[in-house]
């Protein structure tokens, strides 16, 4: 079904499969007419509201045409107003509402009110979360719309529902605190996310769609105990069990505090009241929750709770001050949070809040924000401790190589290098991999402070260097690279020594036909009769280590997928760490001179004489890797040091890969780019003049004509993706430090002009 205006729903009315009956057809398309008159219009409403039918459909667009009608009516915002919509990230814009063509009498907006009022209180626990979703919104409705008649009938149906709403959720709130050990986030009971909430949930969304509509004059309410309200609120949002409820709660939150700022008579609620102190305790938990839902709505009142207090209420600075302690920590992590619609929501409130003094207002707060991190480090959930990793290489980066705040964040430089350590055993390997990386972007900025760690760093570093997932051997090369800046001359020269020992691992392969490898991935005894997990899945999440420090452990959720390390994923380690110590001795800033043909020379000739290796299947992803480093480091190297000397030494691996009919599709593909970037780089004619074979130079051509085939598709999506944003699925990184010179160690891969291009992030981003 598609609600997302009343005209689409009604045709999604009449596709629905297995069909409605001919009544609620007929009447749908009756609807649709543009001639049908108002009272023909309401009397349709009636028919699909009253519909005898097991089927929620119908019921479902009744409540949405009559919510429709009083909204616009009331020229209200109200189905906008609350963020009740799931996990969806809300609309930063308001959409314009416009009045129908058709003109409703008096009598009509009453009988459509009063519908919707016994439907309110009929469907309040209809099994259909949609159909309940409806109800919260007639409700507010009905409230924005009988506010503005003078009516006593429909002003006592608005009381008769607030009392129903605050007697039910006190009954549900007591009920729970009579039985915390089932109805509490603690409880071990196997309860699922919807069984026996309909009630509260939908109870706590009408009562938000109620409050937006009376905006500050809900406050006025006959008979309100606010003190109450506010323990429910903090009760339901905070430790009740179902994730349901807690985000509606939040949502209720929000709109006392939007009502709050309304009129200046209630802003000490804000400012000092118990809605200040509610509130901060709801975003505390909200925003560490475990459920994406959940955080985006506490997400969503912690944007409104900040703006309310320095645009509208304008409270002191030392007023907002007091919740950075509370707030700044978790605003902070939540940029970096795995859901794309928390961490790009976080990273538009933090520019809305703080637009010019990120930066400062961290270092005013390092210290429990330090210690949050920590805490986060060791978290049960293993995306909340992916994203503190990424948020403490951002400390190191933003804060580490600042020279004003640099100095705020050295003395935490040892715990947070501890719990980065920590991270290093961790099962999941997105942790591992990002405690990689920041553990490097430590060492780069604290130099001294990290060297007693080194020889640990070190272990852990080329652990990761030949771990059995290719981003983790990448992003290890990177870290290699940071701590090679950092301790220069000796800790190169123990890279090269590595690489001597490491590089040829490949040669030391087992052989294997491809036929022996594709009937060990499709091993029928490896993948029956195994434990299924999903995202609500009631069972552990990955654990936070292992006995041998994350070792073997591939999968990224709760698994025992394991297998051990292969001698050539050494090699592939190396080849991403030689392109680290190329393009890094190449870097102005540089503590080591670029390096020297009598270096490169024999590496290069021993890279290219490895990645030969055939005897096995996964020689080509080892060929794949090398084609995908292979233009970046010649770059460094410079144009004519690559003509004069390196470009013969790959060119006959390259063209013969290129050409073969036995090689996998994505090798030969990555070969065809490498080409193609060489030749822009060293002139066609150059290029070509280097290929010797006709079979060769012709499979040349037709990797440059399919390459341009593909640019000319891609160019209209390139252009308009230029100056507004890049995808939101990149390679993990740092995502606020987009514009930082050292931000391409951190999204290896990614073209230096895409880098300020990320959404959320800008010019004006200081943090």
Known sequence: MDFSSPTRALISLQNRQPALSEEVIVTAKQLLKQDTSAEDYVAGVSALLHAETERWESLAVALLLATKILVDEAASQIDKA???????VPDEKQAVVTNTKREFSANQLSRVATW??????KYLEHNEPRVRTFVAKAVGAHATWSVTVDNDVHAQERQKVHSQIIKSIQDHIQEGRDNPEKYSKSSTGALDDTTGWRALETNWQCLACWIASLGSNYYQTQGLELETLLQNAEYSATT???????????AVLEQLTVSAGNDEQHWHL????????????VLKAGLADNWSQV???????????WKTLKEVCKVSEDNLKKLYPVLIPRMCLNRFY????VKLYSHQTWKLVFPESGVEVVAQSIAPIVRYYVQMCDADNHVVREAACQAVAELSVKIGMDEKYAQALQPHVTILLQALLMCFHDESWPVRDEACLACGTFCRAYPEECRPELETLWTRWTEQLTDQIWSVRADAAVALGQACQAYGQ???????????DNLPSAKEQPKMTMEEYKASQNDMAAHTDSQLYSCGSLAPKLKKSSK???AGRIGCSNCDITRSKQPWEASDGCVYLIRELVEGCSMDDSVLPPLSDDILLPLFRQVADVCRVSHFPQGDDLRTTLWRQLPAMMESVGKQRCKRLYLEIFMDLLMSNLESRTASAISKHAAATCAYELSSFVGPSIFRGRIYDDYQLKAFDNALRERQVEEEKMSPMVSRQQGTQFSPFEPPGLLDNLDNPYATKMTPGLPPGMLNSHPGVDGTMQF
């Open 490 to 500: 000796e800790f190169f020269e123990r890279l090269m020594k590595f690489i001597h």
């Open 82 to 88: 609350v963020y009740i919509d799931g996990p969806r």
């Open 116 to 121: 919707l009022h016994e439907a309110s209180l």
């Open 338 to 341: 795995l859901a794309q619609g």
């Open 270 to 281: 804000l400012e000092t009241g118990p809605l200040r102190k509610t509130v901060v305790n």
């Open 548 to 550: 041998k420090a994350g």
């Open 240 to 250: 009740h069990l179902n994730r349901h409820v807690r985000a509606a709660a939040i």
């Open 295 to 305: 955080r985006m709505a506490a997400s969503v009142l912690n944007r409104v709770f």
